[in-house]
């Protein structure tokens, strides 16, 4: 900036007296101490990089590479041992394993209707029976492969289908030819098949299948995999029922030919936007209304290796009904080769899923975002939203005591935070020591500029209350409630938080919590877990560098609600639901007031790049014995009355098959 151009004194829109000098300077001065600390990193690092690789070029290092690589893996059984909570942690692990695999069994083939309920469903008359066409297209499959994907559509229990076959195989596999038309021969007309002239890649051969269907619903089906026998049934009902337009189950990939040698279920939470942003987590089995393509090509070749995630983003933008239906009916076959073991097999899947990606955010009118892979999984993205303009965050932080407490929450915000249009206010509330009033007035006087500022709040702890009392003080566009015992972590948790609260579309934003041992303490909240059956965390007390539930812990994600202890939302929305409910004094106001942005059609969102430390509940105890426990029995009451229709609904983003006793995503166990 040239300083020629600085404006003497003037006033803004309230009409107060700006020095455009004086803060220039001011902003100049940050400018050259972030420029130094930049520098002094990379010096750091430079010198650091310099002894590595000296150590690493010693032939003593190189020579001892055996025994370093026998210390390491003990290394890390011991970590395993300590992230699983020692040794009976250990245990736990263990039976929670067994478990797993017990609860496994009713999802194969036992999930599979018997003669009587496959009787009822082919008898069942809908109002609308609806016509399902399903696109294979084909290319030098296996002959087993083949017959197994073709005897899945053969055996469905609805039977108003059509399976298009689009053969792109090369001369070598001319008994793919064979098998269709033997197949097409005995299925009274409903397979129909087309030998191309030459191979059109995935895109190129699904295009042409369409061509051939004649449905009013489309179904996408990958060659070497095999559908659950009442796939189409639940569909047509769900198209009944509910309108659906577009359909995805729960999925899971196998081996050795055995859909009963499950790898990994995926129990998929309902449609969410930020999921799909970030993980093409609907994948199998998609069918939907044939009008949603608008006369737009299924899949685009541009996008091959990640045209379905591309087709999903434009068919989802489209539909007006998307129904998830919460039973595990595709099955995925992972064998070499095959996306579902591993992306390596297919490297430029990934920018093609990028490439997607950018362009459904275009279409949104999203700006200057970055998309890049996580530790998860190259193609679970990290999305990096442009913030917009720089407007003020006012966090509001309650407090009694715990002088030492709000001096490492304040410190950790004023000494780490990259962003700096924000105030601090302090909501005091029946504090007793001299220590808390004299660091009051030390923070005043070396915050003159009027960034922190302390208000009283007279009566009994209420804290949706006294966030309230401090939310009429702020001056902010945005209201972030900050527990007093927290700590700040990434250096910029406020735009990670902003750049989703931003969006017109989102309520309240929630950022990744530890406790002081490092384990999570909050990653999102789910509706009707724990013994209350109102709300608890999930992934609770999992290690931080664990990856979640299929990578959830790794992008940001819709949830039901997100703990008050850090949230962030817009002032006017916070003003327009009437702030947090003042009848639930101490517990889940939060909740109740996510769900209050819900219920006016907003996302909740979660974002793991928002990290802090949460000693939670060093101010005022935990809620488990005597007096506390009885008051949070009565607001647990309160609120199961409140949102009576929406517990009983369950949460949409956190599967039904899932245990509502556990937080690590355990599955319930059918004990019928």
């Not at 496994?104 to 036992?110: L, N, R, V």
Request: proline residues 3%.
């Amino acid at each position: 900036m040239n300083e020629n151009h600085i404006q003497p004194p003037a006033e803004n829109a309230q009409g107060q007296t700006v020095d455009w000098q004086a803060q220039y300077e001011a902003e100049h001065i940050k400018c050259a101490d972030l420029a130094g600390r930049v520098a002094d990193l990379e010096a750091a690092n430079e010198e650091l990089t310099w002894k590595l690789d000296r150590i690493k070029n010693n032939p003593l290092w190189r020579a001892t590479k055996p025994m370093r690589s026998c210390m390491h893996w003990a290394i890390r059984q011991k970590d395993r041992l300590a992230n699983c909570g020692g040794f009976r942690g250990f245990i736990h692990k263990l039976g929670y394993k067994k478990r797993e695999r017990k609860a496994m069994k009713q999802f194969g083939t036992d999930s599979f209707p018997g003669v009587e309920q496959a009787a009822a469903e082919r008898a069942t008359v809908f109002p609308n029976m609806v016509k399902f066409s399903i696109l294979v297209p084909l290319w030098n499959n296996k002959r087993e492969f083949q017959i197994e994907m073709l005897d899945s559509v053969m055996n469905q229990t609805y039977e108003n289908w059509e399976l298009c076959l689009a053969d792109g195989s090369d001369g070598e596999h001319a008994y793919i030819e064979e098998i269709c038309k033997a197949y097409a021969e005995k299925s009274g007309g409903r397979i129909v098949y087309k030998k191309l002239e030459k191979n059109l890649g995935i895109a190129g051969n699904t295009n042409e299948c369409l061509k051939l269907a004649t449905g009013e619903y489309i179904g996408l089906f990958d060659q070497d995999d095999v559908l659950h026998p009442s796939v189409l049934f639940e569909y047509a009902k769900a198209i009944n029922e509910q309108g659906a337009d577009y359909l995805y189950c729960d999925e899971t990939t196998f081996r050795s030919g055995d859909i009963n040698r499950m790898l990994t279920m995926h129990f998929k939470p309902d449609f969410a936007p930020d999921n799909l942003r970030a993980n093409n987590y609907i994948c199998h089995f998609s069918v939907f209304a044939r009008n949603l393509l608008d006369g737009n090509e299924l899949f685009r070749p541009k996008f091959d290796g990640s045209q379905d995630h591309d087709m999903i983003l434009r068919l989802t933008d489209n539909a007006k009904k998307i129904v998830h239906v919460p039973r595990l009916m595709y099955y995925w076959r992972s064998h070499a080769g095959s996306v579902a073991a591993g992306i390596d097999a297919k490297p430029y899947a990934v920018e093609a899923a990028k490439g997607a990606v950018a362009e459904h955010l275009r279409k949104h009118g999203f700006k200057n975002f970055r998309i890049t892979s996580t530790r998860a999984f190259e193609t679970i993205f990290r999305i990096r939203y442009e913030i917009l303009g720089n407007p003020k965050i006012s966090i509001l932080i309650p407090n009694k005591d715990h002088v030492e407490d709000l001096r490492r929450c304040v410190t950790s915000i004023l000494e780490k935070s990259t962003y700096d249009n924000y105030e601090i206010i302090i909501i005091e509330n029946n504090s007793e020591t001299e220590e808390i009033k004299s660091y009051y007035r030390e923070l005043l006087d070396e915050t003159a500029d009027g960034r922190i500022t302390v208000v009283t709040y007279q009566g009994a702890f209420n804290y949706s209350a006294i966030n309230n009392l401090g939310e009429s003080y702020a001056r902010g566009e945005y209201i972030l409630l900050l527990n007093n015992d927290t700590e700040v972590i990434t250096v910029n948790w406020m735009e990670e938080l902003l750049m989703y609260a931003q969006r017109e579309d989102v309520g309240a934003v929630g950022a990744k919590l530890y406790y002081g041992d490092r384990t999570i303490q909050h990653a999102g909240v789910v509706l009707g877990l724990g013994a209350h059956r109102t709300a608890g965390h999930s992934h609770y007390k999992q290690h931080r560098q664990n990856l979640g539930y299929m990578g959830r812990l790794c992008y940001a994600q819709n949830v039901s609600a997100v703990t008050g202890a850090c949230l962030l939302v817009k002032k006017a929305l916070y003003e327009a639901v009437g702030g947090l409910d003042e009848h639930f004094a101490v517990s889940l106001n939060d909740v109740d007031f996510c769900l209050k942005l819900r219920e006016r059609g907003l996302l909740n969102v979660f974002t793991p790049f928002a990290e802090l430390y949460h000693y939670e509940s060093i101010s005022r105890g935990l809620d488990d014995k005597g007096e506390k426990a009885q008051r949070y029995e009565r607001e647990s009451e309160a609120f199961r009355e409140k949102w009576k229709a929406l517990l009983a609904k369950g949460d949409p983003y956190y599967n039904v098959n899932f245990s509502l006793d556990r937080s690590d995503f355990s599955l319930k166990i059918n004990e019928q």
